[in-house]
């Protein structure tokens, strides 16, 4: 029995139980609150030693609800701890008893005795498997509490003590709402680093869209629910049936997630994950049929993949953005700015300040001075500059092989000095290759190569030369062929004409 097992009762204390509780009930209302526990106690004995649940379970919520009546909360906590050490307590028994005093917490006097029964509960719940459900949804209350208080460090250390991940017997969507409170508290507490671990516990896949039913699908799936439902009319107390992961609508969790993401990509200066971020949030049934968070989304899209550091895979992201339809329609000026990045062309960056600067400041995502709501929204806007100038060198280094320093300077509307250091930089990070000669103030964008390169390219040429030319003599072959038929054809035609005469 120990071990939670459900045996066959040795015998029924159905009629004994029943009994029992008007009497036990009788005496408390008399004042005589010990002496009703006692008499149940004396009774749940012989229940548990015979494995009797049901009236075991009944009689153990009895004194609890006894004990919770008589207004004594220290009584309440110690029977709990009392009952749930027996030997060969039943594991169905106590945790219905848990889910009891879960429920008298609201009607506690008082935060303190509120704060002393929920450690009780914890620690009976502790290293206990069957009641892992319990202990999680304790101590998401105690950690509530904490955040009441403005002790968001406590609250953090409190919840994040949970694997929730682990918990087999708990729904995935409960999961996930522990787990995004988890991140937001590490967030809120400044622990970023911990925040992106547990972030990374959600699997997304349970965020994908899922394909709408037909009515007839419907109509079968509730049928399946109704049935399923009949089938767990003897659940234990409290136990819910895991929801159906069909039916369940993750999209206020997708939101939540995606939003906890953008903030901690923003944090790090991630601009091309919270891009991608962004694009999940636009893959939403909600957000595409809301206009006005339409808008948003796509703006927030363009915007940061054009923070995001020129590289293949930023490249093509932002070409793949540029074909949405929905931009040009909901988003002209965005759909303007982004067509800039998409053409080989310079843009100067005064230019692009005077048309742009009114609109990209507007949103939370730019400043044009420092802002003490958001520091880093001035930093973007210092990044979007360096994306400006970093597309116009790499459009120069595109059409020169050789151009002076002050050309250079003059096309990037940038000093001598910025204009170096941005060479540099795209430089180092192999986007470009360029070498200044500063005597001579003559930037090279033209790479040196050696014997070996220049004998590869040549061979590459005479092979595709050669290639041409065979082709060609393959053409110059069929219309010879083609010549030598067709007067076959005449001649031929003439002679059939003949014989008809």
Not at 460 to 478: F, Q
Request: charged fraction near 30%; hydrophobic fraction near 35%.
């Amino acid at each position: 029995m120990s071990d939670g097992t459900i045996l066959k009762a040795d015998k029924d204390y159905t009629k004994d139980v029943d009994s029992a509780i008007p009497e036990a009930e009788s005496l408390a209302s008399d004042g005589q609150t010990q002496s009703a526990i006692d008499r149940l106690l004396a009774l749940e004995k012989q229940t548990r030693q015979s494995s009797d649940l049901a009236s075991t379970r009944r009689l153990i919520v009895k004194i609890v609800s006894i004990c919770k009546e008589s207004g004594d909360w220290s009584l309440l906590n110690e029977q709990v701890l009392l009952l749930s050490k027996k030997h060969g307590q039943l594991k169905q028994a106590i945790t219905s008893m848990v889910q009891v005093v879960m429920g008298f917490l609201d009607d506690a006097p008082s935060q303190e005795k509120k704060l002393s029964t929920i450690e009780t509960l914890r620690t009976v719940t502790e290293g206990k498997i069957f009641v892992e459900v319990e202990r999680a949804r304790v101590t998401r209350i105690l950690s509530n509490i904490k955040r009441e208080q403005d002790d968001i460090t406590a609250a953090k250390d409190v919840l994040c003590e949970l694997q929730v991940e682990t918990f087999g017997s708990m729904s995935r969507r409960e999961k996930t709402e522990f787990i995004l409170e988890q991140v937001a508290l590490c967030i809120d507490d400044d622990d970023w680093t911990q925040a992106g671990i547990l972030a990374r516990k959600i699997g997304i896949r349970y965020f994908a869209r899922k394909p709408k039913r037909t009515p007839e699908e419907i109509e079968k799936r509730k049928k399946e629910r109704e049935e399923q439902t009949r089938k767990n009319d003897d659940t234990a107390v409290g136990d819910d049936p895991a929801l159906d992961a069909e039916d369940d609508d993750p999209t206020d969790l997708k939101l939540r997630f995606y939003e906890q993401q953008i903030t901690l990509a923003k944090h790090e200066e991630k601009y091309l994950e919270a891009c991608k971020h962004y694009r999940q949030v636009l893959d939403t049934e909600a957000v595409e049929t809301n206009p006005e968070h339409l808008k948003a989304s796509l703006q927030r899209v363009i915007y940061f993949v054009l923070l995001a550091p020129y590289d293949n895979e930023q490249n093509d992201l932002l070409h793949r953005i540029a074909q949405d339809t929905r931009i040009a329609t909901t988003c002209p000026a965005e759909n303007q700015l982004l067509k800039l990045f998409t053409v080989p062309e310079l843009m100067r960056w005064p230019s692009i300040q005077k048309n742009f600067g009114a609109q990209l400041t507007s949103t939370d995502i730019f400043s044009a001075t420092e802002s003490k709501s958001d520091p880093k929204s001035h930093q973007r806007w210092q990044d979007f500059r360096k994306r400006v100038i970093e597309h116009n060198v790499r459009v120069i280094a595109k059409y020169y092989t050789r151009i002076t320093f002050p050309r250079l300077t003059s096309l990037l509307d940038l000093p001598a000095k910025e204009t170096e250091k941005y060479i540099s930089d795209l430089v180092v990070s192999k986007t470009i290759y360029a070498r200044i000669d500063r005597p001579a103030q003559i930037v090279n964008f033209e790479k040196k190569r050696d014997a070996d390169e220049v004998l590869n390219q040549w061979s590459g040429d005479m092979k595709s030369l050669l290639g041409l030319l065979e082709r060609i003599d393959h053409l110059i072959t069929k219309e010879e062929m083609m010549a030598r038929i067709q007067p076959v054809d005449a001649k031929l035609t003439v002679k059939s004409g003949a014989k008809a005469h």
